[in-house]
């Protein structure tokens, strides 16, 4: 027998041995498909492509079989075989997954190749893409040249999206955005999505413009950069302290220093340019967020006085470390020749002064270059009437029943009890109670970092008990929540306040609802009825009596009814005082 057709037969042999074991192996993970006549056209492509064994089935070699089978058939039927080849490796993981060693051969992590979503380990995610794994956002190249971090970088983003969005058109926009993403980065080298900077997010929405014709999906396309940023902080093994954005949930923060109703979520350094003072600003904040317990409103206050002031330092290309105090003095006195305030202006002197003082503390530098002291300004109280006049709020309360019942709950809360915001929006299920027919609210004071209690009108008491048993609140649940469980956010109250407002037609539709004027109505409905100074400051739940004076608005009117009490009285008059005064002389 001639030696190439010894050979033929052999390779033939093989062959048919390949496919005989691919066929066992069909029946044995994926008995569902075996015997059709589209498996059997699988198998020889298989064999022909020297596979031996289900566990090689890759997408590259999908995508090999899908050129092989094209022109043997009809267009219309080419998802019928490319969903056969998928459903055999996808039965292949689902039995492999069931016994350690498969789970170690099948499951689905980062590795230098290409990566397809429909054969996913998970099987719910698996499911969830059945009617779309035939898009591009399916397909996730880690064979290309890019940094390696990067590309893991990728990887964790695009894990977090399948895991947490469920099936909808936000996982598309996301799954989308993320490989125009990954190209962008692949195309500017980025080495690590951590360090971007402002210049390079610029650049990748030029690269959008380019890409997607429509503005709108073009917005939600370019969010992506927020996500990635976010998951790959808050994921990371340990803290990457020269991230240019911090997002605050990486870190163990007491909750009685944070705002629930108004989060900050995160800190970007990105504005300042200069290495060196953008370096040391994290150094303080590390220190300001780890080891302060300062309110994180005001940390992030002080935060962005520094982050200007130290902009202000970039344009003259210095280190902070080198500011003497002329270059502080401009720029302090240019604060002072603005539109701000002495109590504002302080602020911003004092947040300046402590990360001076950071520096020398840790040896950066040796001495503060200014005095504070030197540039305080006095601060004159100035009293704004903010009390809500009565014929307002009676006008929404008759239209109360027109807005939704958590508007409804929360409005009454202000106007009954004149909280802040914040707090309304931070009510727990224990809130209310009820000793010897007297009503009683326990409320966190976020500002205060403490807790009041302060009676309450019976019919609020009551109008909540049976909004807590309808919404089923727990005792440690928010009682008005966001979509998530969390404590309901006090800029979308006020946003949908103001909108009830302009729709109902509230004073013609003129009246711009500001919450905390409801604050300023109790204060001044108290005082105007005998209540003392003190009550009224241990109500609101001020430290200091002036605050509560603040509060109180309407003096000329309440000196004027004084005045017509004294003078009603007999002798009091203003002809009796005045004869007086005639005989006395």
Known sequence: ???????????????????????????????????????EQILLFLADEMVERLSEIDYELRKKFESYITPLIKQKYLYRYTGTFDRIRQSYIR???????????????YKNEILFVPYHSEQTIVKSVETVRCRSNMVWNFKAAASEKMKRQI??????ILEHYEVSQLREYKLTGLQFFYEFCIREQITDIHLMELKQETLFQSYLEQKVEKEQRRKRLRTIVETARKVIFVQADEIRWDAAVWYLDRFHIAKERRNQSDSIERISFQEVL???NRWLLQEYMKYEIGIGELALSTVYERFRTIRNFLQEIDEHQIDVTECDAGLIDTYLKNLQNGSMGAKTFNTNVTAIQFFMKFLEVKGYIKKVPFYASYYWEKEIPVHHNRSVEENVYMEIIQ???????????MFLHLWCVGLRVSEVCTLKGDAYDIQNGDCWIKVYQVKMKNYKRVPIPITLYRLMQVYLKKHQRGKEAYIFQNRKGGAFSKSTFMGQMKKYCSQIGIQ????????????????????????????????????????????IDYMPRKIAKQNDTYFEKEGNSLLACMQKGEQNE
């Not at 170690?104 to 992590?109: F, H, L, Q, S, Y």
């Not at 109360?400 to 409804?408: D, G, T």
């Open 399 to 409: 239209n109360l029943s027109q807005f939704p019942e958590h508007l409804r709950m």
């Open 95 to 109: 039995v492999r997954m069931k016994t350690p060693a498969g789970q170690r051969e099948c499951e689905w992590k």
């Open 1 to 39: 027998m001639p030696a190439f057709l010894q050979s033929f037969i052999e390779a033939e042999e093989e062959r048919s041995r390949r496919i005989e074991q691919l066929r066992k192996e069909v029946r044995e993970y994926a008995e569902e498909e075996a015997g059709s006549s589209i498996t």
């Open 155 to 160: 990887f964790t983003v695009l894990e977090y």
């Open 274 to 276: 200069y290495p060196k």
């Open 508 to 551: 013609n539709g003129e009246y711009i609802f500001k919450s905390h004027d409801y604050r300023h109505t109790v204060a001044t409905n108290f005082y105007e009825h005998g209540v003392s100074i003190q009550s009224i400051r241990d109500y609101l739940g001020h430290t200091f009596e002036e605050m509560t004076m603040q509060y």
